[in-house]
């Protein structure tokens, strides 16, 4: 299975995670089928958000991750929401992490720069940051 997400700024931006490690979901940012760099998110737990990483190339960066149910945001102190029940997701950080990437290719794209700095539709194969088995 595969865990996708959608930039809900830009849809031709996608995160396909399709490998499972004991902490976290692994797998690619794309455009348009274009791979532009490996991107990770470990399992949010009852003390802790989920944490992203992105490298490309050999430069890496990492960031907090937050849930969202709909518009509520997921808190690992309170009851609710549930993590396997958020469908938005908002990667702190990981717009600059982009602007400031040593090469330009990252930098100069506006339409990266937008999409990683808004949210993220998870798919209904995604339960809060692990995928669902069949």
Partial sequence: MVCELTSEEDPAFV????????????GAVTHEG??????A?????????????FQSGDVAHSGTAVLFADEQVWNPYRR??????????????LDSALRFWRTKEFSSSRQLLKAAAGFWEISSNCLGGRIMRT
């Fill in 15 to 26: 995160i396909r995670l399709d490998k499972r490690t004991h902490t976290a979901l692994r």
């Fill in 34 to 39: 274009k791979t532009l760099g490996t991107m």
């Fill in 41 to 53: 998110t470990s399992r949010p737990n009852s003390f802790r958000q989920s944490i992203w990483s």
């Fill in 80 to 93: 609710l929401p549930k993590p396997q029940e958020t469908n938005r997701v908002l990667f702190v950080g």
